[in-house]
């Protein structure tokens, strides 16, 4: 016999079929034309399933030499301590890798391009300042941050009783809420410069999305 699709064979076999209506839009997926053809219509329906979100990511690092001195400032927070960071500006490490994480983002170069430790009129300046700038140009350019996470690598102060603290600050900083802000730290287990204490580094990275882009 010819059975001409799966209700032929079950009236074949003495089974009970019923009609119900249907739709035309309903395609049967049997051969690869019929997939193509309902991949075609779905995004013919819906136009948005030519695009996919523009998500980006960017990293940044740095690290700053430790000098004698009363405290150091690490995510916009001052820490008590008996060394200080040396630099240009006051030298936090997280906010300038951050920076730099957020201006890779939309390709934007780099805190020294923004900001040249040449140009004396960011000598002593308050890091947030360079983040802030960060953060426009990611707004301008049509970007919303996700994300915003920050390693220290210090053998010395203590970071942990600060972390919160450090988050808030970056939620502050950058407009957005504190669970999108993350403050870790860790040493270097006494190896290399961080571990002999001669600096503290940081690794910065920002997510953001840019709309959507064509598939």
């Not at 004698?68 to 500006?89: A, E, R, W, Y």
């Not at 939620?171 to 802000?181: F, P, T, V």
Request: hydrophobic share 40%; net charge negative; aromatic share 4%.
């Amino acid at each position: 016999d010819d059975f001409t699709d799966d209700a032929s064979i079950a009236e074949w076999a003495g089974l009970a079929v019923t009609i119900v209506e249907g739709s035309v839009d309903n395609i049967k997926l049997t051969l690869k034309r019929d997939i193509d053809m309902a991949d075609e219509k779905l995004t013919q329906d819906n136009p948005a399933a030519h695009y996919l979100p523009d998500v980006r990511t960017g990293n940044g690092y740095d690290v700053h030499q430790l000098v004698p001195g009363d405290g150091v400032t690490l995510c916009g927070i001052f820490i008590p301590h008996d060394q200080k960071l040396s630099g240009h500006s006051d030298a936090d490490v997280a906010l300038h890798a951050l920076t730099d994480a957020l201006l890779a983002t939309c390709g934007a170069g780099d805190i020294g391009d923004h900001f040249p430790p040449s140009d004396m009129q960011w000598k002593g300046a308050a890091s947030r300042i360079f983040l802030e700038h960060a953060a426009k140009i990611v707004r301008e350019h049509g970007g919303t941050i996700m994300n915003a996470d920050v390693s220290l690598i210090a053998e010395a102060p203590k970071i942990g009783p600060h972390r919160q603290e450090m988050r808030e600050k970056l939620a502050e900083i950058l407009g957005i809420s504190l669970d999108r802000c993350s403050v870790k730290a860790t040493t270097n287990e006494k190896i290399g410069f961080v571990g002999r204490g001669e600096g503290i580094a940081a690794i910065a990275t920002a997510t953001v999305v840019f709309g959507s882009v064509r598939a």
